[in-house]
């Protein structure tokens, strides 16, 4: 499946800088507890993010999200 795009061409960068994605992105899973790595190509600027499990990573369920620790 291919990634999304904007029609014709466009590009929409909301705060006159960054590009805007045309995905329309919906949570599948979350976690806490984990390790993030923001990656960024030495050549073109662009940045993606890595995440890994650490020993004490738990799977976030919509329950959880209104308990306080």
């Known amino acids: 499946m ?3 795009e904007w029609p ?3 590009t929409v ?7 805007m994605d045309a995905c329309a992105y919906e949570v599948i899973e979350k ?3 984990v390790t993030i790595e923001v990656l960024r190509c ?4 662009h940045e993606e993010f890595v995440w890994y499990r ?3 990573t ?3 369920t919509e329950e959880d999200e209104g308990a306080t620790d």
């Open 13 to 19: 960068k909301p705060d006159g800088v960054h590009e």
């Open 54 to 56: 650490q020993e004490n």
């Open 31 to 33: 976690y806490r507890n």
């Open 42 to 45: 030495s050549r073109c600027g």
């Open 58 to 60: 738990e799977d976030v």
């Open 8 to 10: 014709d061409g466009v």
């Open 2 to 4: 291919a990634k999304c």
